[in-house]
């Protein structure tokens, strides 16, 4: 339950940062408190905990508000909340306080009293109240005098404006003074009302015909609220300083009390306000997050193909060796009586190569000797004749041939999928040579692929070339 409310200026000197200060100096210099240290580092939500205490600190988003809560439950399991907002202003700043008084449970005890949070009452004592239309908000009463008469009809008539109220004492005819210790009223209700004081009972009479007699008067203390709607109190015949006092201060604070605060200046609203603000910009952080993952997706998915596609070139080369290595062993394997085996420098590029490129010359200079009968019955002819019918000719040179014929031979630009067909046949594409390919990495053999279509001969001769250079 709200037991205490108010909102009234500060001057530009008490900063957000000094306020911040205030607080922290008030907590932790409290002995009802449990909190070792605070420290706050501006973030927009902060929370430190105790076994009985709580304190947060929030933020609009704008960072012209700060909202300062303080919970504490005390010896009676009776939960007390301090609320502190700050407001940064054009001209002056606003603080707003309200206190708030709820019971735990249903056996706990409620006192009646209450004091003032001690922030509100160190910022007013260190004069950092500002002006309130043309009086100061502090915690020492007005004088009204023969010179500034004119301020007083005019509160009187409801002529002036003010944020806070103003609590006006007269003086008794009697004794041209009153019971109220106002020095100690204006100490009371610093930050929540104006206490204004006549300085003598002469000003009742002048202000009775100014105001047409609506003015308090002998001994009268009258509250004019911004509402216009106004509370007069007299004091009892036996009534003392202090109980009247007391009466005055209570009927003010439960007045306001019960004032509805604008929403901008209410706890929930800017936490809720701060926590949405959160929400959203996560949310878009998300998004942002989403789309660079998309990005890095693309990245990564074009760097494994690249990387697919030159493991794919370098395991057929593989593939290629591991034939001839295959080879090479099954001949070693039949160095017996009547085979014959040739030494050879040379790497074998594909399965059978070298022997299909033997048998062929083989097969050149028989069917050269096919046509005279004196040569074929030579002993060379006889030698030739067993060995082709004894050797298989293996045949990779003429897949190799036709699958050259086929992409070389095109009118058109070669396609990325040909060049990668090229590279599966053994043929390597160099760093900053992208349109020249050499066969299984020999700088001899190299064939170079055209940057802009040609005519059909230019790219048949180009064919021929290749294949020539290449394949036996």
């Known amino acids: ?44 939500l902060y929370e430190i905990e105790t076994e009985k205490q709580k304190l947060s600190i929030v933020q609009s988003i704008d960072k012209k ?11 009676e399991n009776v939960i007390w909340t301090n609320d502190f907002v700050y407001e940064e202003g054009d001209i002056n700043n ?83 003074n009153t019971i109220l210790d106002t020095n100690e009223l204006a100490k009371d209700l610093a930050g929540t009302a104006h206490v204004m004081v006549e300085d003598s009972t002469e000003l009742s009479s002048k202000l009775k015909e100014k105001t047409d007699g609506i003015n308090p008067f002998n001994g009268a203390v009258h509250i004019y609220y911004t509402d216009k709607v106004g509370s007069r109190f007299i004091p009892d015949e036996f009534e003392n300083g202090n109980s009247f006092r007391a009466k005055i201060v209570n009927s003010l604070c439960r007045r306001l009390a019960q004032v509805k605060v604008e929403d901008k200046y209410t706890w929930g609203t800017i936490r809720y306000q701060n926590l949405l ?30 990387i697919v596609e030159e493991m794919e070139a ?37 399965d059978g190569e070298i022997k299909d490129m033997i048998m062929r010359l083989l097969q050149n200079e028989k069917s ?10 030579w002993r060379k002819y006889h030698v030739l004749k067993a060995l082709l019918e004894s050797n298989e000719i293996i045949g990779k040179g003429e897949e190799l041939e036709r699958e050259l014929k086929n992409i070389l031979s095109q009118v058109d630009r070669i396609s990325s999928k040909d060049k990668k067909r090229l590279i599966e046949l053994g043929f390597i594409s160099r760093e900053n040579k992208h349109n020249k390919l050499y066969f299984h990495g020999d700088d001899r053999y190299m064939i170079t692929l055209g940057k802009t279509p040609g005519d059909s001969r230019a790219a048949a001769n180009a064919a021929s070339i290749a294949i020539n250079t290449i394949v036996c």
Not at 126 to 153: H, Q, R, T, V
């Open 65 to 75: 508000i700060l909202a300062l809560r303080l919970e504490n439950r005390d010896d």
């Open 94 to 176: 606003i603080i707003l306080v309200r206190l708030a008084r709820d019971a735990a449970d249903k056996e706990s005890y409620v006192s009646r009293k209450f004091n003032r949070p001690r922030l509100m009452k160190t910022i007013l004592k260190l004069g950092y109240g500002a002006m309130d239309n043309d009086l100061p908000i502090s915690d020492k009463p007005f004088l009204i005098k023969e010179d500034n008469l004119e301020k007083a009809e005019k509160i009187i008539s409801g002529k002036t404006k003010y944020l806070l109220p103003v609590v006006y004492v007269t003086k008794k005819f009697i004794d041209n």
């Open 314 to 350: 370098e395991l057929n080369e593989l593939r290629s060796k591991v034939q001839n290595y295959e080879y090479a062993f099954q001949n070693k394997r039949r160095e017996q009586h009547g085979n014959i085996v040739f030494e050879c420098d040379e790497t074998e590029f594909y």
């Open 277 to 306: 603000a959160q929400y959203r910009q996560n949310q878009q952080q998300n998004s942002e997050l989403e789309n660079a993952c998309e990005e890095i997706l693309k990245i990564k998915e074009n760097e494994h193909a690249q």
């Open 1 to 44: 339950m709200i037991i205490f409310s108010t909102k009234f200026y500060v001057n530009k000197e008490l900063t957000m940062e000094k306020f911040i200060e205030l607080a922290f100096d008030w907590v932790n210099g409290s002995p009802h408190y449990g909190f070792n240290s605070i420290c706050w580092n501006g973030e927009p």
């Open 368 to 377: 050269q000797m096919d046509t005279d009968p004196n040569q074929v019955g």
